[in-house]
């Protein structure tokens, strides 16, 4: 439920054919869960508290700010910096697939083309195709480095840890045969130690189907996992500030009154177009900022923690 207040802080999302479209999704995600229908994903807690850039960044690197906490991505200049919706969703399958198979090596199928449909990609080519921009974002991200930093002048402490996502990786486009007809193996990718442990450890429980919903707008996305991730442990009311929520959400906006302003219209928007599936969020929106109120999350947990 969005709630605004009283100053007038209206938003209409317009019926159109992408939201008749995505509110027939919600009802299919309504009827079955996300364990029943297969579709329960997960997302590392690291990428959740500040995010992926939204669209592509200038330079070799990215910062984002959450609190105290910040996140700062180093990209190899030959491929750059992973960013959109695509890099988001590798991430929860790979957080996926590494809590089902209680392994760090993950096998991506036998063909690229089976590893789009997995996804709910197209195999589409070409430069806009989701072959060639999946196969882009995989490189941008297995061969990026992330530090996390917290930082609490208050008292006097900072610590961080840094890692890959991937320690290794073998990418084959379709299937390759070598001398007397042998194919060779499929493709595979070897997550870092560090981030395997942070996936297996802390992974934070989300509905595939609704990524694959969003996967148009990475900030709806990002929106949909953090209001998750939250309502997991909110107690109280919590009031987050429209500045807190730009620099965790909004580094393509300025660091200005008309940057805030933006963000927060583009913010609103998107977490109307959320809540025709998290209609759980109650969520109410002020002149100063938006008031999280203790809410069900979207996943529900089941009596094993582990079996989420």
Known sequence: MIRNDNFGHKVVVKSTPRINKFVTEFLAIEAESAKDAGKLAFMARAMVMATLPHSKPDGFIFKRKNGDYTLTIKADPQFGLPYGSLPRLLLAWLTREAKRTHSPTLYLGKTFSEFLKTLNLSQSGGKRGDATRLKDQMLRLFTSSISCIY??????????????????????????????????????????????????????????????????????????????????????????????????????????????????????????????????????????????????????????????
């Open 151 to 308: 930082q609490n002048n208050k008292m006097g402490m900072i610590k961080g840890d840094q890692f890959v996502v991937a320690r290794s990786f073998e990418l084959w486009s379709s299937p390759v045969k070598q001398d007397k007809g042998k194919i060779l193996p499929q493709s595979t990718i070897t997550l870092s130690e560090d981030f395997y442990n942070e996936l297996v450890e802390r992974p934070i429980p989300i509905d595939l189907r609704v990524l694959n919903a969003l996967r148009r707008s990475p900030l709806q996305i990002d929106i949909y996992i953090w209001l998750t991730y939250r309502f997991s442990f909110l107690k109280c009311a919590t009031k987050i500030p429209w500045a807190l929520l730009k620099n965790q959400f909004g580094s393509d906006y300025g660091n200005n009154s008309m940057g805030i302003r933006d963000f927060k219209k583009q913010f609103i928007k998107s977490l109307h177009v959320v809540g025709i599936i998290y209609h759980e969020a109650n969520i109410e929106i002020r002149a100063d900022g938006a008031i999280l109120h203790p809410s069900l999350t979207h996943i529900k947990p089941s009596k094993k923690k582990e079996e989420f």
